[in-house]
């Protein structure tokens, strides 16, 4: 008998740990470990509508998160800011984040030189991400800039 109530709380639990709407609920990869890497576009909504193309259009970045921390820039994670269109455009494109509220916001502070502009938050000096999705594959966020509202969705590239 108590085997089966083992082995019904372990199915449960395999079951409830497969996903939720932040990630998985048990994970074996930290948030710094599912963050870390190069993320890509897949879909951005500017105020509910598809601006998708807009992105691509006018800056195409790819997000780069590092783990190490760089004390330089400002005593945060690094994040680097890649492929920005133009493409021959050789500026620096970096910057420093960091986890808040228990993990779900995430501070970042962009620096740029040569006059890069991108779009809402991934133009900002700094601005919070609220994180609805991060797994190893998918890392979605929401920010507000300026009574925006700008709604990401990334891939791993």
């Not at 890509?40 to 998160?65: A, K, V």
């Not at 006059?115 to 991934?122: E, F, L, R, S, V």
Request: hydrophobic share 35%; aromatic share 18%.
């Amino acid at each position: 008998m108590n085997r089966k109530i083992l082995y019904t709380l372990v199915l449960l639990l395999f079951f409830a740990a497969c996903k939720y709407e932040d990630g998985p609920i048990i994970s074996y990869n930290s948030k710094y470990q599912r963050l870390k890497g190069e993320w890509q576009i897949e879909h951005l909504e500017i105020d509910g509508m598809d601006s998708t193309q807009l992105y691509i259009d006018s800056c195409n970045c790819n997000l780069r998160f590092h783990k190490e921390h760089d004390y330089g820039w400002g005593g945060g994670q690094l994040i680097d800011l890649l492929k920005c269109k133009p493409s021959n455009w050789n500026g620096a494109n970096r910057g420093y984040w960091e986890f808040l509220e228990n993990k779900k916001i995430l501070y970042v502070n962009l620096y740029s030189t040569y006059g890069y502009h991108g779009i809402g938050p991934i133009n900002r000096d700094d601005s919070d991400w609220e994180i609805l999705r991060l797994t190893n594959k998918e890392f979605w966020f929401i920010s507000i800039v300026q009574n925006k509202k700008y709604f990401f969705k990334f891939k791993v590239k």
